[in-house]
T-cell receptor
């Protein structure tokens, strides 16, 4: 009964380091999403993938890249981490026209 | 600029009270409005609304959408301590875009 699984749960990076956040879903959903959640800002969409092989920018894509490796997996990469990217990152997936299912989040701190 | 605004930002009530949470939006190419409950970790889905005036209900929770006035409300009756959470409103636009409000933090005191 996994749903959406995110790894790691916590990570501390130094400025300039790179890192990939992993997300996998076992619900056979076509669409997958990456959000960041900051205090007072709500959830903001970074990138999404409507189907395997496609990715599109969301509201705040700068500083991030994504890969839709297959239908199950959608990764988020920070090439050169900055303190402004300290946040909680959520991955979500959905079938067409229904609600999103969220993972438990990755808490990322960049020093 | 597309935006979703929730009010109040926070609310403290006693068990048994009824609360109303508000969500207004300005989003082009509206498709649906969704409500989520977020406790410690992942937001969990409550309602999806696509049509005006049709109330969605689940136990003590209910929600309604007004597409003319661009808002939705979430009502919780007979609140319990387990209702303490952040309630998020989101609007889906065409092209798989989702816009979230900042949430309303609800605390229910025994």
């Amino acid at each position: 009964n996994a749903g959406v699984t995110q790894t790691p749960k916590f990570q501390v990076l130094k400025t300039g380091q790179s890192m990939t956040l992993q997300c996998a879903q076992d619900m056979n959903h076509n669409s997958m999403y990456w959000y960041r959640q900051d205090p007072g800002m709500g959830l903001r969409l970074i990138y999404y993938s409507a189907s395997e092989g496609t990715t599109d920018k969301g509201e705040v894509p700068n500083g991030y890249n994504v890969s839709r490796l297959n239908k199950r997996e959608f990764s988020l990469r920070l090439e050169s981490a900055a303190p402004s990217q300290t946040s909680v990152y959520f991955c979500a997936s959905s079938a067409s026209r229904v609600s999103q299912h969220f993972g438990d989040g990755t808490r990322l701190s960049i020093l | 600029e597309d935006k979703v605004v929730q009010s109040p930002l926070s609310l403290v009530v006693h068990e048994g009270d009824t609360v109303t949470l508000n969500c207004s939006y300005e989003v082009t190419n509206f498709r649906s409005l969704l409500w989520y409950k977020q406790e410690k970790k992942a937001p969990t889905f409550l309602f999806m609304l696509t049509s005006s005036g049709i109330e969605k209900k689940s136990g003590r929770l209910s929600s309604i959408l007004d597409k003319k006035e661009l808002f939705s409300i979430l009502n919780i009756t007979a609140t319990q301590t387990g209702d303490s959470a952040v309630y998020l409103c989101a609007v889906e636009a065409t092209g798989n875009q989702f816009y979230f409000g900042t949430g309303t933090s609800l605390t229910v005191i025994p």
